[in-house]
């Protein structure tokens, strides 16, 4: 099971989170195993069983002014009784300032207390964003993910049939850059499959007999992007004259990647043949087939209307 730390959470930059440590930093190592956030206000009031292990607290204006409403002695009993819970960490919304009796309870129980300046709603929003980013089951493989037309695409094949060049080609045309060697797969809620490239060797490629190359610096900025969704899978093969491949695309296929399925071609590599054009074309095609126009089936199906007027 994916899991994060509360560390992670305050490392954040991209999300925007706004949180800052304001006690219980012994428990920074908790654990976070789920992409959904609690509210305790049952919990504050006495009822319990409805909070899950491992999750992130928030508590709001609503929980704080409730717990004001207090005696002291029922409000550090309550308070105490929630933080001693098997959960990740609580979060403190709004920038509240915070009494120090909710610090020492924290301390106590080795539970992290954090602030965000957020309201709950925006902090929540984006929380949510963050842990299912970061929770996504992950898998990596080994080829090229480019953006061509908005369409992404996998490309795959065995080690120095041209998976690279063909990348450089398409970049050579206008398209896009996202990861060469090694894809980085998230798969998230319900079937999309996100790609990007591993931060070591982002925006590089390896061309053999030229080198690495760094396409951020050769073609600027318009020639990546850091993530795109995985729409196609192309797998290159060599040519074999006893192979038999797709001619009419009647067939659809799919590639299982993290239990999605994805729209698959076999493109079998020859000479005098433009692997990148024929990518091109391939993307432009599933755009009209995301539009519900299929060359292939349209085709057919003329030929099955002139076979049945012959035989009338």
Known sequence: MPEITVADLLGDRGYRLELELLGGAAGTGNPIRVPRIQKPGLALAGYTEQIRPHRVQVLGATEM???????????????DRVFGLDIACVVITRHREVEREYLEAAERARLPLLRSSHPS????????????????????????????????????????????????????????????????IRHLPPFRLVGRGEDLIRYHVEIRGVGILNIQDLFGVSAIRDEKDIELVVELVPW???????????????????????????????????????????????????????????????????????TS
């Open 65 to 79: 002014d409730f717990l004001d409403t207090l005696p002291a002695d029922i409000r550090r009993q309550r308070v």
């Open 121 to 184: 709603s925006v902090f929540i929003e984006r929380v949510t964003r963050f842990l299912k980013d970061h929770l996504a089951p992950v898998t990596r493989v080994h080829g090229v993910l480019v953006d061509v037309m908005e369409v992404g695409i996998l490309i795959l094949g065995r080690s120095g049939i041209g998976k690279s060049e063909c990348a450089m080609d398409l970049i050579l045309r206008g398209h896009r850059l996202v990861a060469d060697d090694v894809v980085r």
């Open 240 to 310: 074999s004259e006893d192979e038999g491949y797709e001619r009419l695309g009647f067939d659809e296929q799919t590639h299982a990647i993290l239990d999605c399925e994805v729209p698959y071609l076999r493109i079998p590599v020859g000479p005098g043949r433009n692997i990148s054009s024929v990518i091109e074309v391939a993307a432009r095609n599933h755009l009209l087939k995301s539009m519900g126009h299929n060359s292939a089936i349209r085709l057919k199906e003329r030929l099955d209307k002139a076979m049945q007027g012959e």
